[in-house]
């Protein structure tokens, strides 16, 4: 079994990813695992072939992505599936489809010009985010019109929430398979510990709205950024392949969940490469 996992390069310590300790065992049960750093190669687009029962999307740079899309649509099983990390990149799409699915979003607005937000201030602030955004960066809080033209550095559409205070800590939700995970962490985080956070308890409505966000976007391996404010619960950000902090043998977990869907594509027969757009077209 051969099984090539996408990942960014970055410093960061061994101790803040889940991922070499994913390898290691998966390396343990005897399958052949590559690692793949499409920012270090130069790669021939040509030379792009399948040459693993299954790629792992872990990283989310827009090389990755690319790499991944190029693999899909010659046949390869990706992990989560490329569509479905295409979509999740994009968070005006993702909104949609989390309403479409009945789960609780704050009212959401998006505009290619800062300005054009001015008017939604009148009932109070608003948190902005790049529309292509990750991990909080480029996030604020917007309280007057005139800290709108702060935002003109922020490239491409802004994606504009209504902001709604907190109660407590963050909370995070993880589906891995069929088990989902809850995690509440101190934001923004100043140490490892901060990121780990602490388990808490899942009740029926939050795993209700974790079950409605799988069977939107069809995929078992998801993270959900929620809040919860005058005791209602909130999805503020869908994450496709989280980093899994705070998850009780979380490694192990993965490796497993991995493991099966690469033994699974190996039964079946191999994909054709997707159709082209002539084809399409004729």
């Known amino acids: ?4 996992i996408l990942m960014m390069e ?3 310590t061994r101790q803040q990813s889940v991922m070499p300790d994913v390898v290691q065992i998966l390396t343990d049960w005897g399958v052949d695992v590559d690692l793949i750093y499409p920012e270090q190669e ?3 687009v040509a030379n792009i072939q399948v040459e693993h029962d299954l790629y792992v999307l872990k990283a989310s740079t827009n090389l990755a992505m690319s790499m991944a899309g190029a693999l899909h649509a010659i046949g390869a099983a990706v992990l989560n599936p490329y569509p479905i990390a295409a979509i999740l990149r994009d968070k005006i799409v993702t909104e949609r489809i989390l309403r479409t699915a009945g789960v609780p979003t704050p009212d959401t607005f998006v505009a290619d010009r800062a300005e054009l937000l001015a008017p939604l201030l009148a009932a109070g602030p608003m948190i902005i985010k790049p529309y292509r955004g990750s991990r909080g960066r480029g996030v604020r809080v917007v309280w007057d019109a005139d800290e709108l033209d702060e935002l003109a550095s ?7 929430q209504r902001y709604q205070k907190p ?5 995070k939700i993880y589906c891995i398979g069929d088990q989902i995970f809850g995690v509440e962490r101190v934001w923004p985080p100043l140490s490892y510990q901060d990121k780990v956070g602490r388990p808490f308890t899942i009740t029926s409505e939050l795993r209700d709205i974790a079950l409605r966000c799988r069977r939107a976007f069809g995929v078992d391996l998801l993270g959900l950024d929620v809040i919860i404010s005058h005791g209602r ?8 392949f989280p ?6 043998d979380a490694a192990l977990r993965l490796a497993d969940y991995i493991f099966a869907a ?3 594509r190996r039964e079946q027969p191999p994909s054709p490469a997707r159709q082209t757009l002539e084809e399409i077209q004729q």
């Open 1 to 4: 079994m051969r099984i090539g």
């Open 154 to 160: 922020i490239d491409g559409p802004l994606f504009a």
């Open 262 to 264: 690469a033994e699974q």
């Open 10 to 12: 970055h410093t960061k």
């Open 42 to 44: 130069l790669i021939a």
């Open 243 to 248: 980093g899994f902090k705070g998850v009780p």
């Open 233 to 240: 619960p909130y999805v503020v950000d869908v994450n496709s």
């Open 167 to 171: 109660e407590g800590l963050d909370r």
